[in-house]
């Protein structure tokens, strides 16, 4: 049975927080030693949010879940309100389904959405491994950002993707 892709609705999916979870936790740490260091990862996220903590996060944001039958195998996450609008604040897959076109495919899904909805631009910080992703969706790369968790310094790529041009 092939992937299937749906558009985060609370009332249908809240279900999948426990999962999303430890997909966020699991694909932090998939970076280790490869991206960023384990310090770097464990600062990112040292154990799973709470259910609770991404129920209402993703009760406030537009998101697509990846699902393999019933399980959430990856998510895309846009910010709504205004001043953060189109900006992707989280882009994770599962280990075990990464570099099988997930990610392209909810980039895909968070872009015809958008345009749908009449945003002129998505934006994110792409991390070391993400990036490649996004540019092959149309992102630019504009300058490196770095993030401080706990101490550690996380270097990442602002990039953005105007919506008219595709």
């Given at each position: ?26 694909a ?26 991404w ?31 189109g900006?992707?604040s989280?882009?994770?897959v ?43 969706q ?29």
């Amino acid at each position: 049975m092939p992937l299937s892709y749906v558009h985060y609705a609370h009332q249908h999916h809240r279900h999948y927080a426990a999962q999303i979870a430890t997909l966020y936790h699991q694909a932090v740490h998939a970076q280790s030693g490869g991206f960023y260091s384990q310090q770097q990862c464990a600062a990112w996220s040292s154990a799973p949010r709470s259910h609770k903590f991404w129920q209402l996060r993703l009760k406030h944001a537009e998101a697509w879940l990846a699902l393999d039958h019933q399980q959430c195998i990856g998510f895309i996450q846009l910010e709504r309100r205004y001043h953060d609008r189109g900006y992707v604040s989280c882009l994770y897959v599962a280990p075990a389904y990464q570099r099988r076109g997930v990610a392209a495919t909810l980039i895909r899904q968070a872009q015809a959405w958008s345009r749908t909805a009449g945003w002129l631009r998505l934006t994110t910080d792409a991390s070391l491994q993400s990036q490649s992703v996004f540019a092959r969706q149309g992102f630019v790369r504009r300058h490196k950002s770095y993030q401080e968790k706990r101490g550690q310094q996380l270097l990442g790529f602002k990039m953005s993707c105007d919506l008219s041009a595709h």
